[in-house]
């Protein structure tokens, strides 16, 4: 979660105008907002400018496109919630934009950026199974 200062006045007045008021009242009290109501804000130039300048990203970084029903609620949440290592996978297709986000954020926290073939995906979920399931098809 990331943490609002409130003595910064520039970053509360556009916060307060970027976001919905149920959002405005939960960061002010919780200090804290949920993952799509970050990305529904950062979709602000303004406000991801004034927040990558402040956690150390390049200014022109620009966020790829975060699905409500895959990133938001599904895959990127249950990752933030119940995260199991320390790493970043990206599908070899993914769009610059992607590529060019998620390296800056790896670069940023020290960590590697891995991408995989998609076409692979499923011979490697054979493998997988075949070796938790030695045995069975």
Known sequence: ???VDSKH?????LLKEALSKADHD???SSKS???SSINRMLQQLEIRE???ERIGLPKDLEIPNLTDDYHLYGN???VVHGPQGSFVYLSNDASE???RFWQAVCDKF???LDMFDRKKVASGKKVLNAKRHPGKK
């Open 1 to 3: 979660m990331y943490c």
């Open 76 to 78: 990127l949440s249950e």
């Open 9 to 13: 006045p520039e970053m509360m007045t």
């Open 33 to 35: 907002l949920s993952v």
């Open 26 to 28: 939960k960061l002010m």
């Open 50 to 52: 004034m927040m990558w």
């Open 110 to 112: 020290g960590k590697t």
């Open 97 to 99: 934009v992607e590529t």
